[in-house]
């Protein structure tokens, strides 16, 4: 029994990291695509979306990092979805990254 125990506990333990590790590629891929340095993005939630995410086609899992309020003209609110492996899958608005683009062109 305590072999189990010990056994289940490694596995609780390499879960537990590779979590972190997707987490972590997933947060480099949100801040490599809103650049440096990001515009003011407001309060930050992220949560993982294991049941998959429910407005993109196929319903992949994935991180989903949303803020509000944003200081993006016409975006008020944002969702940005990583996969686990920090590939980019979407956005909310669908238009984001034209909207970052004006943004920075505009000079906020």
């Known amino acids: 029994m305590a072999r189990f125990l010990w056994w289940l506990m490694i ?6 990291l590779l979590t972190g590790a997707s ?4 947060y480099f ?3 490599t695509f ?5 515009p003011v ?9 294991w049941r998959g995410i429910p407005n993109v ?3 992949p899992r994935g991180w989903s990092f949303a803020y509000s309020p944003t200081q993006i003209p016409g975006a ?5 979805y990583v996969s686990p492996t920090g590939s980019l899958i979407g956005t909310e608005p669908g238009n984001l990254p034209e ?8 000079g906020y």
């Open 29 to 31: 891929r949100v801040g």
């Open 23 to 26: 987490w972590a590629a997933a």
């Open 76 to 80: 008020p609110k944002v969702r940005i």
């Open 57 to 59: 086609a196929g319903h």
């Open 41 to 49: 993005m407001g309060t930050q939630t992220t949560s993982l979306l």
């Open 99 to 106: 909207l970052l683009r004006d943004f920075r062109r505009a």
């Open 34 to 38: 809103l650049g440096a340095p990001p």
């Open 11 to 16: 596995l609780a333990f390499i879960g537990l």
